[in-house]
């Protein structure tokens, strides 16, 4: 949850003596910690995910979760669920799997494949798993599911980390 984070008591810092405990300005933080508090960040700025239904449910080390219910307002004419709404839900996914390493991170192009209809009532799950990362660029594999497993559309994103673009600074330890 959001501001729910517990830190233990801060560590001591490098080269202190023996016995001598000095908390660290900015300790660093577990990969969870920062996944977390990179969540938070984003979801009390990402109004078009809010917006569409999007609710990201987990986020670990380069992993996100995503749901979204088709709603009567996201289908078409042909009564299933926009291609540009399992897009965005699974954007979504990948911009959380994405950003959770503390750094801030953007979409630099993406593919959908979409294999099955959603339709109106639909539960939809988005499920995001970095593929590589290398230097700035990552690759983010995103699957969107049905409740019964039934897969709607696979997602292969391409990420830019953009240091410094916005408030997404979640490692203490930096600035």
Do not use: K
Request: hydrophobic share 40%; with cysteine.
């Amino acid at each position: 949850m959001p501001g729910s984070l517990a830190v233990a008591a801060p560590p001591a810092r490098p080269g202190a003596h023996a016995g001598e405990t000095v908390p660290m300005e900015n300790p660093p933080a577990e990969p969870e910690q920062v996944a977390a508090r990179t969540a938070a960040i984003m979801r009390d700025g990402d109004r078009a995910s809010r917006s569409a239904g999007v609710d990201v449910v987990a986020v670990a080390p380069g992993r996100a979760t995503a749901r979204m219910t088709v709603r009567p307002d996201q289908v078409n004419g042909h009564g299933v669920c926009h291609g540009g709404y399992l897009f965005l839900l699974a954007d979504t996914a990948m911009a959380y799997a994405s950003n959770s390493h503390g750094v801030s991170a953007l979409a630099s192009g993406a593919d959908i494949a979409f294999l099955r209809p959603a339709r109106e009532g639909d539960a939809l799950t988005a499920e995001a798993v970095e593929r590589a990362a290398s230097g700035r660029s990552g690759l983010y594999d995103v699957t969107v599911r049905t409740a019964d497993g039934t897969v709607v559309a696979e997602f292969r994103g391409r990420t830019r980390q953009v240091p410094g673009l916005s408030p997404v600074t979640a490692r203490p330890d930096q600035p």
